[in-house]
């Protein structure tokens, strides 16, 4: 009989990436999603619905009587709670359910186990974003680490403390297995397209794809100090890619290698929350420079449009995770570099607008010729 793991956020970036490692190693995968009025929305699960051990539920994490009725149908082995509403600057707009979804999302779950299937192990989606403001240094080195004070700077992050210290409290108080992942940014060729670094990257794809398309040349292509580029002779013009604060620094790893560490935080004898980063941090500005690079652009500024609207009332200024319990206990370490993120993310997103491209105009074609 394989084993049977609930992953809570399935079609999100994580969700996709540890059904696909689940599946691996022969669990059968009963993955969560939330309704929709259309099939939108399972492009990065696509490739799994046709797995006999997949398994797609509709559910929402909100509603304890839902969560409930999964854990008294499956009794599963292991949970891993990721839905969230996981984006910082639509907290400030939306913290009320901002807190549904991260804290009530995460009780409904301890409740359930508490009360159905007190052997299922929990994992728990916590956050780089809790240190908000805060760090240790030593020497010139400014970092964090699992026993570093939490002092949150959003709505988001304020309710992923408190589901953080839920988990803590029922783990303490009902001895339940369960413990929480306090992950440092961690992106993909999945990432969804509001995140700074995807949107970077969407926007080179396009862009390049513009370039291509024109027959444009880049040494011949000016900007006006508007937001649009003005290719002299021909009459096309791109929008500038706009953005907020280009000071923030972030712990950037890839999102396959952060799914094997939930992964592992699950297969240890004892319950514990470790921190998962790459242990090197980069500006918003550093991966602006290095994504512009791979297409030959040495200075992005020109291209870029400072906009208010992206700016965060409140902002996390630096984050750089001190990984050496994950080292020593787990033994993982993250594979994918700072620069083989990028150019993935880039890649991908130049091949993925060309072929979108390729799409559009074969329905024109088609819809000409009918
Ligand atoms: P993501 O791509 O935004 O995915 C979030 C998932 O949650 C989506 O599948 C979404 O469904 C689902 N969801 C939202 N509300 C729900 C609800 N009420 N009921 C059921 N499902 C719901 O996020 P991610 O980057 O994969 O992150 C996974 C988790 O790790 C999140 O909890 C996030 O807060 C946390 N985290 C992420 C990072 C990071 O850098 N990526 C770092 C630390 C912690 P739809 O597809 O329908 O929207
Ligand atoms: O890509 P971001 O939106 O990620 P943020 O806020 O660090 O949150 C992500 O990582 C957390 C882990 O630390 C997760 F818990 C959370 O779920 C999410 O996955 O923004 C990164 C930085 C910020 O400082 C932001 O102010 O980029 C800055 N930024 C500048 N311009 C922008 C933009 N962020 C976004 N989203 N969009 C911009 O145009």
């Known amino acids: 009989m394989n084993k049977v793991a609930i992953v809570t956020g399935a079609t999100g970036q994580d969700g996709s990436y540890l059904s696909e490692l689940l599946l691996e190693e022969g669990y059968t995968v009963i993955a969560l999603r939330r309704r929709s009025s259309s099939e939108k929305g399972l492009e990065r699960i696509q490739h799994l619905l046709n797995n006999d051990n997949f398994k797609l539920v509709e559910a929402d994490i909100t509603d304890s009587g839902c969560v409930n009725n999964l854990i008294q149908e499956y009794k599963p082995s292991e949970i891993y709670n990721l839905a969230a509403q996981s984006h910082v600057g639509t907290s400030f707009k939306q913290p009320s359910y901002t807190s549904q979804v991260n804290l009530q999302g995460p009780i409904n779950f301890l409740e359930a186990i508490r009360l159905l299937s007190p052997s299922t192990k929990f994992y728990q989606a916590s956050t780089s974003e809790m240190f908000g403001k805060n760090y240790e240094q030593m ?57 700074v670094t995807r949107k970077i990257t969407k926007w080179i794809g396009n862009f390049q794809n513009w370039l291509n398309s024109n027959n444009l040349d880049i040494r011949y292509v000016s900007a006006n100090s508007e937001s649009i580029l003005f290719v002299s002779g021909v009459q096309e013009s791109f929008p500038k890619l706009r953005l907020g604060n280009l000071d923030a ?100 997103d130049i091949d993925a607008s060309r072929k979108e491209k390729l799409e559009r105009s074969s329905i024109q074609e088609l819809e000409e010729t009918s």
């Open 139 to 195: 020497g010139d080195t400014k970092y964090q680490r699992e026993t570093t004070a939490f002092v949150p700077q959003s709505p988001y992050a304020v309710a992923k403390l408190a589901a953080h210290e839920m988990v803590r409290i029922y783990r303490d108080s009902y001895g339940l297995f369960a413990c929480c992942g306090i992950l440092f940014n961690h992106e993909s060729e999945r990432r969804g397209e509001n995140f």
């Open 249 to 348: 620094h972030r712990d950037w790893g890839h999102a396959q290698d952060y799914v094997e560490a939930m992964y592992m935080m699950l297969q240890q004898d004892s319950p514990e929350d470790y921190v998962i980063a790459t242990s090197e941090t980069h500006s918003v500005r550093e991966f602006l420079t290095e994504a512009f690079n791979e297409i030959g652009i040495t200075n992005f500024e020109p291209y870029v449009v400072i906009d208010p609207e992206f700016y965060r009332p409140c902002e996390v200024d630096w984050l750089l995770g001190h990984t050496g319990k994950a080292r020593d206990q787990l033994g993982w370490r993250p594979k994918v570099s700072f620069q083989e993120l990028v150019q993935r993310m880039v890649r991908s």
